[in-house]
C-alpha cells in the first residue's frame, strides 16, 4: 500500500487540477452567453436574406441565376467544415468529423470527388492527414469573428463552383439546440433551393434590378452564401462553449469522486499505521 | 395617418434599425433613391454612403452604411448592410489568403496589408467623414 505521504501528493495535485477543470467551466459558461448572445444578433441578417432570396424565387427574372439552378450531373462536391480552434470541448469536434467522414465516403462511394475548406484550427489539423483535397482554409477567428474574415474562404468555393470545378456545396456545422445538446449538421448552400411558396407573390412580378439583374443577384447570393456560412461560425462557437463547458464541469465532478476515493486510501493507511505502531508498542512492553 | 412603410436595416453583425417609417432614403449605385409607401418591387446595390429613414413623427434616421443591398417590395423595405466595403479586388485578395493558408497551413501569418486594403479603407473613412458633414449641418440648422 502506498504511504501516506504519497497519497497526499497525490490528492494535492488532483486538487489543482480540479481548481483548473473549475474555472475554465466558468469561463466558458460566462463565454457561452457572450457567444448566445451575438447568435441572435447576427439572425436578424439571415433571417432576411431568407426572406429576400424566398422572394427571388418567386419573382419572373428573365436572367436565371446558376446558383438557383441544379446542375445535370454532380461530379464533384465541395465541404465547408466549420470546427473550433481549440480542444478540450468534449467531442464536439470528433463527431462532427466523423459525420462528415460517413457523408464524403457515401459521395465517394457514387464516384464523385470531394473538395474541402476547413474553418478553424482542429478541422484543419484533422484534414490535412486525411487524403482529401484541402483547398482552402481559415483558423484562429477568434470569439467573436468578424463577418469579413470569412470572405475569402468562402470566395474560393463560389469560384470553384462558378468554374464547374464543383457541383454542389455543403456546410457542416455544429448547430446549437440548447447548451446540453448541440447538433452537428450538414447543410446545401448551393444550388439554392427555396421552399414554401407563398400565395401573396405568386402572381406573375419581377423587380426593378439596378444596375442590372446579373450584377445584383450575383451580390446578393454571394451574400447569401457568406452570412449562412457566418450564422454556422457564430453557432459553432456557441456549441463550442456550451460543450466546453459540459466536458470541464463533468472532469471537475469525477476529480471530486477521484479525491473523495484517495482520501480513503489515505485514511485506511493512516489507521493501519496507527495500528501497528500501537501492536509493536503493546508486543515490545509484553515482551520487557 | 400617413401610409408607412416597415423598414429593416441589418448588416451581418447585428440588427440596426427595425421600424415603420414614411419613406427612406439611399444612395444606391444609380444615383441616390427615396422609396415610399408601395414602391414597386426593386432590388439594387448601395454605396458606401448613408440611408436616411424619415419617421412617420417625422423624425429623421440617420444610418451609415459601407455599401450593401436595398430590397423593396410594397410595404416592406430591407438593407442589407455590408460590415466591410466589398470590391472584386479586395474579395480576390482575402481569396488568395485563404487558398495561400491551406498551402502554406504551417507558414506563419505575416500581416501584409496591400494597397487594396489601404484603398478599401480610404473610401470607406471618405464616405463617414461625408455622412458626418451632413449631420453635422442639419444640426446647425
Not at chain 1, 497525490?10 to 457572450?34: H, L
Not at chain 1, 449562412?228 to 463547458?245: H, K
Not at chain 2, 501569418?109 to 442639419?138: C, N, W
Request: glycine share 6%.
Amino acid at each position: 500500500m502506498a504511504s501516506g505521504k504519497e497519497i497526499r501528493t497525490q490528492i494535492g495535485s488532483i486538487k489543482n487540477t480540479q481548481k483548473i477543470t473549475s474555472a475554465m467551466e466558468m469561463v466558458a459558461a460566462s463565454k457561452m452567453r457572450k457567444a448566445q448572445d451575438r447568435m441572435a444578433a447576427t439572425r436578424p441578417y439571415s433571417d432576411k436574406i431568407y426572406n429576400v432570396i424566398q422572394h427571388l424565387a418567386f419573382a419572373h427574372p428573365e436572367y436565371k441565376h446558376p446558383y438557383l439552378q441544379d446542375r445535370e450531373e454532380t461530379k464533384r462536391v465541395g465541404y465547408i467544415i466549420v470546427s473550433s480552434d481549440r480542444g478540450l470541448c468534449g467531442g464536439l469536434n470528433n463527431n462532427l468529423f466523423k459525420t462528415v467522414l460517413r457523408d464524403i465516403r457515401a459521395k465517394s462511394d457514387k464516384g464523385m470527388e470531394v473538395d474541402v475548406c476547413t474553418i478553424g484550427q482542429k478541422a484543419s489539423s484533422f484534414f490535412r492527414r486525411l487524403p482529401v483535397n484541402l483547398v482552402s482554409q481559415t483558423a484562429q477567428l477568434g470569439d467573436a469573428p468578424r463577418a469579413h474574415d470569412l470572405i475569402g474562404t468562402v470566395k474560393v468555393m463560389l469560384d470553384a463552383y462558378n468554374e464547374g470545378r464543383i457541383d454542389s456545396l455543403y456546410l457542416v456545422f455544429n448547430e446549437f439546440v440548447n447548451t446540453m445538446t448541440q447538433e452537428d449538421k450538414i447543410l446545401r448552400l448551393l444550388p439554392a433551393k427555396p421552399e414554401k411558396p407563398s400565395e401573396e407573390l405568386s402572381h406573375h412580378w419581377d423587380y426593378i434590378y439596378e444596375p442590372d439583374a446579373k450584377d445584383v443577384l450575383d451580390d446578393l447570393l454571394v451574400r447569401y452564401i457568406e452570412s449562412q456560412v457566418y450564422q454556422g461560425v457564430v453557432e459553432n462557437i456557441a456549441c463550442e462553449q456550451a460543450s466546453r463547458m459540459i466536458a470541464m464541469k463533468n472532469a471537475t465532478d469525477n476529480a471530486g469522486d477521484l479525491i473523495d476515493d484517495l482520501q480513503l486510501v489515505y485514511n485506511k493507511a493512516r489507521q493501519a499505521a496507527i495500528t501497528q505502531e500501537i501492536s509493536e508498542i503493546v508486543a515490545g512492553a509484553a515482551a520487557v | 395617418m400617413a401610409m408607412t412603410i416597415h423598414v429593416d436595416i441589418v448588416s451581418a453583425e447585428q440588427e440596426i434599425f427595425s421600424g415603420l417609417a414614411a419613406a427612406v432614403f439611399a444612395s444606391a449605385v444609380e444615383g441616390e433613391v427615396g422609396i415610399y409607401p408601395r414602391h414597386t418591387p426593386m432590388l439594387t446595390k448601395l454605396k458606401p454612403g448613408e440611408v436616411r429613414v424619415l419617421k412617420d413623427n417625422g423624425e429623421e434616421e440617420q444610418f451609415y452604411v459601407s455599401s450593401g443591398m436595398l430590397e423593396v417590395q410594397p410595404h416592406v423595405v430591407t438593407v442589407l448592410a455590408d460590415t466591410a466595403l466589398r470590391a472584386a479586388d479586395v474579395d480576390e485578395a482575402a481569396a488568395l489568403q485563404a487558398k495561400q493558408d491551406a498551402e502554406k497551413a504551417l507558414h506563419d501569418k505575416t500581416d501584409k496589408r496591400d494597397f487594396a486594403e489601404a484603398q478599401r479603407e480610404l473610401v470607406e473613412a471618405l464616405a463617414q467623414l461625408r455622412a458626418i458633414e451632413r449631420a453635422r449641418k442639419g444640426k446647425g440648422r
